[in-house]
């Protein structure tokens, strides 16, 4: 029947315009806007949703073995999270507000059940993301040396010693580069550890894994991204209680052995 096919024809190409499939970066963007933090979480995230949607915001999958169905980019299940027709269930939301293109819903749903369930709610999360080395779609940033020092500035370094030691610091230590990770052995004792960042933060001490923690009270993964005001308030408490920390403080960095960046 024709007219069949055509209103068969119509439907599928409605349905293509109205489904929306991401990929990673433009994800990744959309999540950054809606306030997922630019470190750890925002993969986690990128990590479940690739996995569980293929990142389409229509996904909908088949019968679950107990009949409850799984809705949207992060395939929130409608036994528990989210009600036919009206808001409702876990998430106060409607499926069909998790099958649209717009993701403030799934991403408020999605939280939500990480706060109740954690992450293993999800299956992908299990089989896919959780222990592995996950796809880093954080902001990483490498700077010039007048990029840092404005940037420090901005963030409240107006010493200009303070500022020129720790831009000779981040070049030294870090190479200026935010994704900075390096093995520190350490032969006069028992373990290694790791440090993170321009300002290479040390996860034995300063900084701690998945959880803020540690003398800094921060994350080592918040270290490596653009965003350096948790970096500059650690390195700054670090530099005013125990410089010695960085080997090149003393040696290369100090007094005239910094390179004047109050100029930039
Ligand atoms: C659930 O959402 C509806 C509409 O979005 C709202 O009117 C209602 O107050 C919400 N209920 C709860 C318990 O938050
Ligand atoms: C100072 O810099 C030089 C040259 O890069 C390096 O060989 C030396 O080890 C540095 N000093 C310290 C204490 O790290």
């Not at 803020?212 to 209680?241: F, H, Q, T, W």
Request: hydrophobic content about 35%; glycine content about 6%; overall charge positive.
């Amino acid at each position: 029947m024709t007219m069949l096919r055509i209103a068969v024809i119509v439907a599928v190409v409605l349905q293509v315009a109205l489904a929306r499939k991401f990929d990673v970066c433009s994800f990744a963007r959309e999540l950054r806007k809606h306030g997922i933090p630019n470190n750890h979480e925002l993969n986690e995230w990128v990590c479940i949703a690739e996995h569980e949607s293929g990142l389409n915001t229509r996904a909908v999958n088949h019968y679950n073995s107990d009949g409850s169905r799984d809705y949207g980019i992060f395939q929130i299940n409608d036994r528990y999270w989210c009600e036919h027709g009206r808001s409702g269930k876990g998430c106060n939301v409607s499926c069909g507000d998790l099958i649209n293109d717009n993701l403030a819903a799934d991403i408020r749903c999605a939280r939500h059940i990480k706060q109740v369930q954690g992450l293993s709610a999800w299956v992908a999360w299990n089989n896919k993301c959780a222990g592995r080395h996950i796809k880093d779609v954080s902001l990483a940033k490498k700077f010039t040396a007048c990029e840092l020092a404005k940037e420090l500035r901005r963030l409240g370094a107006s010493n200009n010693q303070e500022l020129n030691e720790l831009v000779c610091l981040a070049q030294k230590e870090g190479s200026f580069d935010t994704r900075t990770v390096k093995l520190v052995k350490n032969p006069q004792r028992y373990y290694d550890s790791h440090s993170y960042g321009i300002f290479q933060i040390n996860d034995h001490v300063w900084c701690e894994h998945r959880k803020p923690g540690n003398i800094c009270n921060v994350k080592c993964e918040d270290m490596l991204n653009d965003d350096i005001s948790d970096d500059y308030k650690c390195a700054k408490y670090i530099k005013d209680s125990q410089g010695r920390s960085w080997h090149h403080l003393h040696e290369n960095c100090s007094g005239k052995n910094a390179a004047d960046v109050t100029k930039c």
